[in-house]
């Protein structure tokens, strides 16, 4: 069986196009999460608040972000992903929470097949209200779980570069230590 995490390309045209694996579809409210030993999908909670999630959430495989788990990404794209889609994106933009202490990046990336969406180069062309509603779902959605978090505002599509690249780096250091999980 093939593990999503391991197995699976970031792709060739990186940092700024790789493949990212969907977890969450848009409009869910059930927090899946990749489950690192097996590569099956766990649901680890559905949300305390009334929220849903406003993009499809996944990761890039072979990521291994500063908040121990893979590279977070957010794909814009016109219709709802099912879990564990592979779809190519392109990076526009990087918003950073700090959940728990430890940074949390959220790439914001577009579907590259997505004719509504691949026009896009930078998140600031987007309209201004689906940014904040894109982060103003991350500031809410653990509120009632009695957890506050800090959500920045989104930066430039050129900000992902090092992130991405930090983030394969680490995998790739990890991995070669007989990293496994």
Known sequence: MLHPWHDV???????????????????????????????????????????????????????????????????????????????????????????SGKKDHKILAVAVGDPEFNSFREADELPPHRLQMLRRFFQDYKYLEGKAVEVDEFQPAATTSPIIEDSLQRYSYLRRKGFRS
Do not use: H
């Not at 990749?34 to 499809?56: C, Q």
């Open 9 to 99: 390309t970031p792709g060739e045209d990186l940092p700024m196009v790789f493949n990212a694996i969907v977890e969450i579809p848009t409009g869910a409210n059930i927090k899946y999460e990749l489950d690192k030993r097996t590569g099956l999908l766990r649901m680890d909670r559905v949300l305390y608040s009334a929220v849903y999630y406003p993009a499809n959430y996944g990761f890039i495989p072979q990521t291994y972000a500063e908040d121990d788990d893979p590279l977070d990404v957010l794909v814009l794209c016109q219709e709802s992903l099912a879990p564990m889609t592979l779809v190519t994106a392109r990076a526009i933009g990087l918003m950073t929470m700090i959940d």
